[in-house]
């Protein structure tokens, strides 16, 4: 059967989009993932895949032109479909009612809910696609209650994303009347997400046709899951916290809050929430005084009882999808690993030296970030991505760099790596770990990475293999600097090396290729100055 394909909503202000160019033609075969157009928004130039497999028997909207969200882009079905009763629904519903009828309300369905069905000023909000990969979302947070009076551009809710938590603004203005996910409940792109429109109307009946499944809303009694109680000796100095239920089952804590415990290095489990349902705000973690939990006396007399003790933790959108991409990687990529081992005693004077420049600071993954730049220039195959149909080599080089956050692994992208100054890499660099870790980036930040470093070195990881970035060719894991006994001019002395392993995808990278690149990558490590010439 035949699906509409909208144009897709691919960032969170995004109102309408231009199609750039197409990457299939009408008549081409369609497997779900394949890049269908590259979009162009209000922000940036993102490639669309498809979420459906058949036939790609329409296009709507022709290279160039623009067009409004969840608009036509186009048809996709079984090759020799009759698609005429999509494209003309009024004229073949006149003609032949009785056959017409039922595909057009399965296209209607996959849609939206019809606008003229909905009473008046009424408008059904649903799941924004918020990155140009997301396929579900879950509700991190309402802003809003029902009741609430909505302006266009109030923040209804925190939306977590595979990438981030973001939040979501309405466009529309009214009194927010149902609320179709719980905090904590997902949902996938375009479900229904709250309805709105004018106060005391009566909208069960939209939130009933809308989904199959029964909503959460006003009525509807949360779930709430009991708190697992752990015996805790406390001593007396030490005051008592008395916590807010938590009706949500899940950790409630603002971005500013979460953001004050990382500086300080509290653990968020041990704070107890004052706002409402229990979340974790500001004066939570000003007020917080960590207790002796165990006193010597206690210490003494205990005795193991052997307990066993465990929590389950929902897997969040980010880790899900980590999950997704890197068994994709690992099992569809066939991977081999390079093991160099460098000189860094170069690196080293030369970065003292550096750095004696008033305000200035770099690293030396920022030393790294730039000689694997200028490597990549000359070496334009590991610079490449592998799809389905094609093999696309990149002469601009965007090089990502992984970074750790709590939920798992973001990778923001420095672009044009090459031709950026070693402290303009630093502060990019350093800017997109800061704000990686409060969950502040965007997902134009983490697209259209060419290559990938991950260092693990300041974790004291001396080597290590990393899983490629895909549709990258190649990824380089870096390892700690290790002062250790080597051999110069037939002498045994002090050196400094480091170890690195560039994982390739053998598609693209033939093994000689991969080790031309790391010849080329030691001659800019070992030698940092001719990164300056």
């Known amino acids: 059967m035949a699906i509409i394909v909208n144009m897709p909503r691919l960032s969170d202000t995004m109102e309408e989009g231009t199609v750039a160019s197409w990457l299939k033609k009408v008549g081409d075969k369609i497997e779900e993932g394949d890049i269908l157009a590259e979009i162009e928004t209000d922000k940036a130039t993102m490639e669309f895949e498809s979420f459906n497999e058949g036939t790609l028997l329409h296009i709507g909207v022709l290279e160039g032109e623009t067009t409004m969200v969840d608009e036509l882009l186009a048809i996709i079905g079984d090759e020799g479909e009759d698609i005429s009763a999509l494209l003309n629904p009024t004229t073949a519903v006149e003609e032949t009612p009785e056959e017409i009828e039922a595909p057009i309300e399965a296209a209607a369905s996959v849609v939206e809910t019809s606008t003229s069905s909905l009473p008046e000023g009424v408008i059904v909000v649903t799941m924004p696609r918020l990155s140009d990969t997301m396929e579900e979302g879950t509700v991190a947070s309402w802003l809003k209650q029902v009741g609430d009076v909505i302006e266009e551009g ?27 996910l719980l905090e904590g409940d997902s949902a996938k792109v375009d479900d229904l997400l709250a309805i709105i429109g004018p106060a005391g109307t009566d ?5 009933a046709n809308f989904s199959t499944t029964a909503p959460a809303s006003e009525e509807a009694a949360p779930k709430v899951t009991a708190p697992v109680v752990k015996e805790t000796v406390i001593t007396e100095a030490a005051p008592v916290a008395v916590p807010v239920p938590n009706t949500t089952g899940r950790l409630h804590i603002s971005p500013l809050a979460r953001k004050m415990a990382d500086d300080k290095g509290i653990a968020l489990n041990q704070l107890v929430g004052s706002g409402e349902n ?23 007399k205990f005795v193991p009882t052997g307990q066993e003790d465990s929590e389950e933790i929902k897997n969040s959108q980010m880790r899900k999808t980590i999950a997704k991409r890197l068994g994709e990687s690992k099992f569809t990529a066939p991977h081999y690993y ?5 000189d860094m005693d170069n690196a080293m004077a030369f970065r003292a030296q550096y750095n004696t420049v008033p305000d200035t600071k770099i690293s030396f993954n920022d030393i790294i970030v730039k000689a694997c730049a200028l490597a ?53 660099v350093r ?18 990475s060419t290559f990938t470093v ?47 392993t560039l994982a390739c995808d053998h598609r693209t990278v033939d093994g000689a290729t991969g080790a031309q690149f790391l010849q080329t990558l030691k001659g800019y490590i070992e030698n940092p100055v001719t990164m300056l010439v």
């Open 154 to 180: 109030d923040i209804l809710a925190e939306i977590e994303t595979d990438k981030a938590t973001m939040e979501f603004e309405s466009f529309n203005e009214g009194t927010l009347l149902f609320v179709g």
């Open 203 to 207: 909208v069960s009946a939209v939130a």
């Open 278 to 300: 229990g979340r974790i705000i500001k004066r939570d973690v000003e007020n917080f005084t960590p207790s002796e939990v165990i006193s010597s006396v206690s210490i003494a």
């Open 338 to 342: 390079l093991n160099v081992e460098f």
């Open 376 to 428: 990549l220039r000359e070496h334009p195959q590991v610079n490449s991505q592998w799809f389905a149909d094609r093999m696309k080599l990149n002469h601009h080089v965007h090089v990502g760099v992984a970074v750790a956050v709590e939920d798992g692994l973001v990778v923001p992208v420095v672009r044009f790596a090459n031709e950026q100054s070693l402290p303009q890499i630093g502060a990019a």
């Open 431 to 448: 800017d997109f770990a800061g704000r990686a870790r409060n969950k502040k980036l965007t997902p134009q930040e983490m697209d259209g």
């Open 454 to 500: 991950s260092n693990l070195g300041m974790f004291g990881i001396e080597s290590f293999t990393s899983i490629i970035n895909q549709p990258n060719s190649a990824i380089l894991s870096v390892g700690a600097i290790v002062q250790k006994p080597v051999v110069k001019n037939s002498q045994i002395v002090v050196g400094n090396t480091i170890k690195l």
